[in-house]
């Protein structure tokens, strides 16, 4: 019997300057003629919610990590490994005034391995926050890839992750 589909963290599209998350990837879908990728914008909303999905319960594994080291067993947000360059994406999801589902994300962190610590309210309320930072960057990692990418094809996504999983 097969699983029914996570909900997607996504939240509403924001209007500033700063890339929205539903922008990166774009929904506009793919251009005609091209071989990679060809599954649309479901493919790359899919890619994106696995890469924040990912990429927090990996933060999740190093807090948890942290908090055993101080002799904790409640995760707490200090213990969250969140580097200089995520906090500064973080900031900057704040600032386009996007909202993301904590109720989606603690959904999706059932579906893995259960870790051995709680999460403290303040960790728990800074989730989605971490996941806007992610989405962020993510769209500046694309822009570094290739200058003026709109529609990241299969080889950014798999720079982009790689990226990711060597600093993350």
Known sequence: MPYPRP????????????????????????????????????????????FVNDKIYDLLLRGQANAKANG????????????????????AFKAIDQEVSLDAILEQLTRRPPLDVTYSDEAEAKLPLVAGGLGVALARTFAILEDGLKNPQTRHWDRAIRIFDLLL
């Open 7 to 50: 909900r997607s963290i996504l939240g509403r599209p924001a209007d500033r300057h700063i890339p929205r998350i539903r922008d990166v990837p774009s929904c506009r879908g793919r251009e005609a003629g091209t071989t990679e990728n060809t599954g649309g914008p479901t493919d790359d909303l899919r890619r994106f919610d696995d």
């Open 72 to 91: 904790r067993d409640v995760l707490e947000p200090q213990d969250l490994p969140i580097t200089k360059g995520l906090e500064e994406s973080i900031h």
